[in-house]
């Protein structure tokens, strides 16, 4: 089948084209078995046990009930038989992710556009190193990167040691176990699903249309906001919900490098499948409610963005 | 006639390589100036100079007398219709003929107003409210034109604006081109490659190659009088025969053809006696009983309006005649000996 490259649009035509698109159906069936097991399957499974019962140990008894989502928003007292109030903890711990996800994903774009044009703007050879230097990071364990990002930004870390020295500070920054040490750490893990999407789309950026604005008497601040930016911003869309959605249900970074006053959703869904103080109806729940907020933001986005393309 | 742009002494080098050495040209108001020659020559490279997308090395742009060459794009009256149009994609067609009015400033109705007269000229008035992608070639052409000449500019450049056209519309558009700027009274500065377009378009053009212009003209002057080997052989078809100089007075001169024969001919600027090459046209040369040059018949081309008459001189020298197809010729047949006889002023000696 070589030389059957995939031509969108206009359709191959003649014989090859119609063979090729007989082989479509065949040849998707692995992606939709992949699909089926690992996606499908699970978050049918998430959504079964968020309605079960939690057993002692861990570990469901298959009674069906909603009181993992009652004890997710409501309040009924210690006892169970005081009238409810909202619960504000999870909806705290909700929206602190939120939060901080969306301050990480700000971060990222702010660095991960300039990055993304200065690799698109380098002649195409280097664009292929530099593409290459933004993934060696990515070569070693995300918790091994974790745990060394701690280090350095600890106490006695070579950040704090190195600004001492130099007598910028007197006493040690205190970095570890705040929102900014888990902002920098999620910054730092999801960084590249920024820089990507968006050299990407400004890779495919015309520059004469820069050189169009200009012409047309638009200063180079005017071209960036009124030209460049809304031609680019499906890579910068992308690149948003690429760090965003990962951002919100990140453990790793607000375990290590946050403290109790930093606790996230992933870390609440992951304790609740740990051991004997887990709670798997209550970590399902959760979890569901997390998707579907993730699910919402998505689908008002799209809708946005159909509306604006009908236009 | 006022001068619209002065070019004085313009260099522009790209690392080592020189793309225009030393340019001077005067394009006078309201004149359609075509830049010829092959790519590479440099005549893009001095239209971006014009634009301000590519700042020269050394040299002086003036607009009606104020040099510009050191201002940012933006700040230079002047538009361009780029070769790929450069359309915002994002926008609809009658935003992007706007946005030039409304970087100017100009409030959203009159920049309206007046972008719908700019679409009425090109005759896109329905398709207004349309994106660039929804449009054909010709159609994405004609709004290039109308979003640079909104603003109303003192010169229009035009980047090989045609090349991406077929034939048939770019033919048309040839015309319109011509028609808009001979109404409008915008001084043209046109870049191609295409000889055709030149000559039948422009009221000047400067013939450049290796980032020097050999010689600027009206396209009578560049066709019948080229001064050099390059124009000669660039701009349509021509006979180049070695010949010796004999006298030269003023701009005649004296030649000693291949075949022995002398005549008498005119001269371009600096030729002296010596060894030098003559331009022939083809189509300026007839078969006779007696003539000039002497050759044998290869091949003859059936052209439709037009034959091709290949032939090979007795002395060596490949050389094509060119004739109407008309239905009293008798024609020659090939191998058949045939005398040239060579059009009084049509061969012209070249300087180099």
């Not at chain 1, 453990?251 to 609740?272: C, N, R, V, Y």
């Amino acid at each position: 089948m070589a030389g059957m490259a995939p031509e969108s649009g206009t359709g191959g035509g003649g014989k090859a084209g119609l063979g090729y698109r007989k082989l479509i159906g065949p040849l998707l069936v692995p992606t939709w078995v992949m699909i089926g097991i690992f996606l499908v399957l699970p978050v049918m499974l998430m959504a079964v046990y968020s309605f079960l019962t939690k057993e002692f140990r861990g570990g469901v008894v298959w009674d069906f009930t909603l009181a993992a989502y009652d004890q997710f928003f409501l309040n009924r007292g210690l006892f169970g038989d005081e009238p409810p109030v909202i619960e504000w903890t999870y909806i705290t711990i909700f929206w602190r992710s939120i939060w901080q996800a969306a301050v990480a994903t700000l971060i990222c774009l702010a660095v991960g556009f300039p990055t993304a044009w200065f690799i698109a703007t380098r002649p195409p050879k280097s664009r292929a190193i530099w593409l290459f230097l933004i993934t060696v990071p990515y070569w070693v364990n995300l918790l091994i990167r974790t745990v060394s990002l701690k280090f350095l930004i600890r106490d006695n870390g070579p950040l704090n040691e190195s600004l001492m020295a130099i007598g910028l500070i007197s006493d040690p920054l205190p970095l570890v176990n705040t929102n900014l040490a888990v902002q920098l750490g999620l910054f730092y893990s999801y960084l590249p699903f920024m820089v990507l999407p968006i050299y990407a789309a400004v890779e495919r950026y015309n520059f004469a249309l820069s050189e169009a604005a200009a012409d047309l008497y638009a200063s180079r601040w005017v071209t960036l906001r009124e030209i460049v930016l809304p031609v680019v911003k499906p890579g910068i869309i992308a690149g948003c919900i690429l760090v965003f959605v990962p951002s919100l249900g990140a453990f790793l970074a607000p375990d290590l490098l946050g403290g109790a006053k930093t606790f996230m959703i992933g870390s609440l869904i992951d304790e609740q499948f740990r051991g004997s103080q887990g709670n798997w109806p209550f970590g399902a729940a959760a979890a569901m409610i997390l998707m579907t907020l993730v699910l919402i933001v998505l689908m008002v986005y799209a809708r946005a963005q159909n509306k604006a393309e009908a236009r | 006639m006022s001068t619209a742009i002065e070019i004085r002494s313009a260099v522009k080098r790209y690392g080592t390589t020189t793309a225009l050495h030393s340019i001077s040209l005067e394009i006078a108001d309201n004149e359609f100036f075509t830049l010829l020659g092959p790519s590479g020559c440099g005549k893009t490279t001095l239209l971006r100079c014009i634009a301000g997308f590519e700042d020269l090395n050394e040299g002086e742009i003036r607009l009606f007398g104020r040099d510009i060459a050191r201002l940012d794009p933006n700040h230079r009256p002047v538009n361009t219709v780029f070769q790929q149009y450069a359309l915002f994609p994002h926008m609809t067609v009658l935003e992007n003929v706007a946005f030039g009015l409304k970087m100017k400033g100009m409030g959203l109705a009159d920049r309206t107003a007046r972008a719908g007269k700019m679409l009425e000229m090109v005759h896109l008035s329905a398709f207004a409210n349309r994106m660039p992608a929804q449009l054909s070639g010709g159609q994405q052409q004609r709004v290039a034109l109308a979003r640079a000449l909104a603003p109303e500019p003192k010169v229009l450049l035009l980047d090989e604006p045609l090349s991406a056209l077929d034939l048939k519309l770019r033919q048309a558009m040839r015309v319109e081109l011509k028609t808009l700027q001979e109404q409008s009274g915008i001084t043209f500065v046109f870049v191609t490659h295409d000889q055709e377009e030149a000559l039948t378009m422009s009221d000047r053009i400067a013939v450049m190659s290796q980032g020097r212009v050999q010689q600027v003209g009206s396209a009578r002057d560049i066709y019948e009088a080229p001064v050099n080997r390059f124009v000669a052989d660039f701009i349509g078809e021509t006979n180049l025969l070695e010949v010796t100089v004999d006298t030269v007075s003023g701009a005649v001169a004296k030649v000693t053809l291949p075949g022995g024969q002398k005549i008498t001919c005119p001269a371009a600027q600096g030729v002296m006696p010596g060894k030098h090459h003559l331009s022939i046209r083809p189509e300026r040369i007839s078969l006779a009983a007696e003539g000039e040059l002497e050759a044998v018949v290869e091949r003859i081309v059936y052209l439709g309006t037009d034959l091709q008459i290949l032939t090979h001189l007795t002395t060596g020298e490949a050389f094509h005649v060119r004739m109407q197809n008309l239905a009293r010729i008798a024609l020659p047949a090939p191998g058949d000996r045939v005398a040239l006889q060579i059009e009084e002023g049509a061969a012209r000696l070249l300087a180099d």
